[in-house]
């Protein structure tokens, strides 16, 4: 009996749940803690102008939140490269919130209390616990 030629078989194109953590290509750990936490700045920033656009009345500031919710969209997209996206999504929005809600009591005059103090607090508490857990696979 002849022997079988081994076929070699092409890279496999990316999976549907691939493309949408990012794509293929590779990106460490530490790369995607990094561009992570610019997307929560641009998140950040986009959400002070969206304040300042004061419902898309004011044009440029409209425009710059636009822009920078974007920026923050994709660079939250190309992090799920190397994190997970339970953890991703949990780190971004926690400290998008946290940050805000800082810059709101300190910088904006809204309200402050034990009850705001220990929500807060309680989220970021949980977040990290979710980025611990990324360590006990």
Known sequence: MPKRALRQEAAPEPS??????????????????????????????????????????????SVIACAFYAASFYGFNLSLRALETSIAYAVWSAVVMAALSVVGIVFLNESKS????????????????LSLADGQK
């Open 16 to 61: 549907s749940v691939l493309r949408l953590r990012g794509g293929a290509a590779a990106m460490n750990k530490a790369q995607g803690w990094s561009v992570l936490f610019a997307a929560t700045v641009f998140e950040l920033v986009s959400t002070i102008y969206m304040d300042k656009a004061e419902g898309f009345s004011k044009l440029l500031p």
């Open 114 to 129: 034990w009850l705001k103090f220990t929500g807060v607090t309680t989220i970021i508490f949980g977040t990290v616990c």
